[in-house]
């Protein structure tokens, strides 16, 4: 008989980001069918799902919630940076451990998180790599008024500076706002070489719409002439955004083939941060951080984003990096590495090796 193990379940089913975290939903709740269907698996996972409806404020409680009303120790869920960082203090307190799925801006690193989709050493820098020598290095910086668009485009402006290239604008919006007249103008004005778009969901769907009327009126502006690049947009928002996002560049472990297995990097990701749960549950039904700390410094893990391993010290995942551009529906990629280590804290990272020029310091 199997042994049942209930696993919490935080994505908003409404609100402005609902397409991503509806992708993120869908794929942990496959994954839990699939394993209690697998009869060879010796747990059943039961969702213990809480509705946060976009509302940054009620993910703590509603975690606080999962961990109080039910055994689960678990929790598969969360989509912007602001909801991850509000469940963090609770997590510590609970004993419990957050499965993360979604891209984010890197610089953390915490016991009680496992962070299973892409930080900027697998997204924002070679994301950058690819576009500097083919289009230019003079960016302009959009985002989103919240955690992803400040801390990522802090990390743009010093990756931009690293490539020769000027930061030409910076602007925000706050999250949901469609009003982008003002962004495009400023774009028309200073012509950089590419727009990076930290803007999520509809505030991104609406800039795209206008940045196509902007090229209909000046080729200056077309994806062959200046891309829009992202991180963090994905097949499941493709329908949103229509024809207006065909040529544009963005980077994840995961672009759907024809037919697909999974609709998008989130989905695959939501899947794959199941699969890894489960697999060490299995083995020790009780495991807590510290038994999955060891799990993760002793083995790779066998997940539909391909073999995976998860830094022990960290918690962030090996991934592919692929980078893909938008065609009739779906992403085209463009170029691929099949495993990058993560890097959160950008450690590593050369400016020689990435652009091939040095890192100028000043000297007083």
């Known amino acids: 008989m199997k042994r049942r193990?209930?696993?919490?379940?935080?994505?908003?089913?409404?609100?402005?980001?609902?397409?991503?975290?509806?992708?993120?939903?869908m794929g942990a709740m496959r994954a839990i069918a699939d394993i209690n269907a697998d009869r060879s698996s010796g747990i059943e996972l039961a969702p213990v799902e809480r509705d946060p409806q976009s509302n940054a404020d009620r993910y703590a409680t509603l975690c606080e919630d999962i961990f109080r009303t039910s055994s689960a120790r678990h929790v598969v869920g969360c989509v912007t940076s602001w909801s991850r960082k509000e469940t963090i203090p609770v997590l510590e307190k609970a004993g419990g451990m957050l499965?993360?799925?979604?891209?984010?801006?890197?610089?953390?690193?915490?016991?009680?998180?496992?962070?299973?989709?892409?930080?900027?050493?697998?997204?924002?820098v070679p994301l950058l790599a690819h576009v500097v020598p083919r289009f230019g290095a003079n960016g302009f910086l959009l985002g989103s008024?919240?955690?992803?668009?400040?801390?990522?485009?802090?990390?743009?402006?010093?990756?931009?500076?690293?490539?020769?290239?000027?930061?030409?604008?910076?602007?925000?919006?706050?999250?949901?706002?469609?009003?982008?007249?003002?962004?495009?103008?400023?774009?028309?004005?200073?012509?950089?070489?590419?727009?990076?778009?930290?803007?999520?969901?509809?505030?991104?769907?609406?800039?795209?719409?206008?940045?196509?009327?902007?090229?209909?009126?000046?080729?200056?502006?077309?994806?062959?002439?200046c891309?829009?690049?992202?991180?963090?947009?994905?097949?499941?928002?493709?329908?949103a955004i229509g024809e207006t996002g065909k040529g544009h560049l963005s980077v994840g472990p995961y672009f759907a083939p024809r037919p697909a297995a999974f609709a998008?990097?989130?989905?695959?990701?939501?899947?794959?941060?199941?699969?890894?749960?489960?697999?060490?549950?299995?083995?020790?039904?009780?495991?807590?951080?510290?038994?999955?700390?060891?799990?993760?410094?002793?083995?790779?893990?066998?997940?539909?984003?391909?073999?995976?391993?998860?830094?022990?010290h960290s918690q962030h995942a090996t991934l592919p990096v692929i980078i893909g551009r938008i065609a009739d529906g779906y992403f085209e990629v463009v170029s691929r590495q099949h495993e990058v280590a993560p890097d959160p804290y950008l450690s590593r990272?050369?400016?020689?090796?990435?652009?091939?020029?040095?890192?100028?310091?000043?000297?007083?």
């Open 145 to 225: 008024n919240y955690i992803w668009g400040w801390e990522m485009n802090r990390v743009a402006r010093d990756l931009i500076a690293d490539a020769g290239g000027k930061v030409l604008g910076e602007r925000y919006l706050r999250i949901g706002e469609t009003d982008v007249s003002r962004l495009i103008a400023e774009i028309r004005a200073t012509r950089p070489s590419f727009i990076l778009n930290n803007l999520i969901c509809t505030s991104s769907y609406a800039f795209l719409a206008a940045y196509r009327d902007l090229a209909g009126e000046d080729a200056a502006f077309s994806p062959e002439s």
């Open 99 to 124: 499965w993360y799925a979604c891209p984010y801006e890197g610089f953390e690193a915490n016991e009680h998180v496992v962070y299973m989709h892409a930080c900027p050493n697998q997204h924002l």
């Open 5 to 25: 193990i209930e696993i919490g379940i935080l994505y908003s089913r409404s609100g402005s980001y609902q397409l991503v975290s509806d992708a993120c939903r």
């Open 264 to 312: 998008s990097s989130f989905e695959a990701s939501a899947y794959a941060s199941v699969q890894v749960l489960a697999d060490v549950l299995s083995r020790d039904p009780d495991a807590g951080p510290a038994e999955f700390s060891k799990a993760f410094a002793e083995r790779r893990f066998s997940t539909r984003l391909g073999p995976i391993a998860i830094d022990a």
């Open 349 to 364: 990272y050369d400016p020689a090796k990435t652009f091939g020029r040095p890192r100028l310091r000043v000297v007083s």
């Open 227 to 239: 891309p829009v690049i992202s991180c963090n947009l994905t097949e499941g928002e493709l329908p």
